[in-house]
């Protein structure tokens, strides 16, 4: 199985775990941008990085959207 390194945290993962942020959540982009200018969009970001950011916000966490 091919691995994934998230580029925020550096955690390695399966590479299915690996999360894309929808243009909708601009605003966690622009958060992640600031903390790691070199994270690029398209590269994603895992369900950890993302349940932090969103949690941060005060939003929901990636699984209790599932």
């Known amino acids: ?14 590479h299915d775990l690996m999360v894309f942020l ?3 959540d ?5 958060i992640i941008l600031k903390e790691h200018p070199q ?5 994603g970001i895992c369900r950890e990085c993302l349940d932090y950011y969103k949690k941060s916000m005060g939003h929901t966490s990636y699984m209790d959207e599932l």
């Open 22 to 24: 929808k243009h909708t």
């Open 39 to 43: 994270w690029v969009h398209g590269d």
């Open 26 to 30: 601009h605003h966690i982009i622009d």
């Open 1 to 14: 199985m091919e691995k994934y390194k998230c580029p925020v945290c550096g955690e390695e993962m399966e």
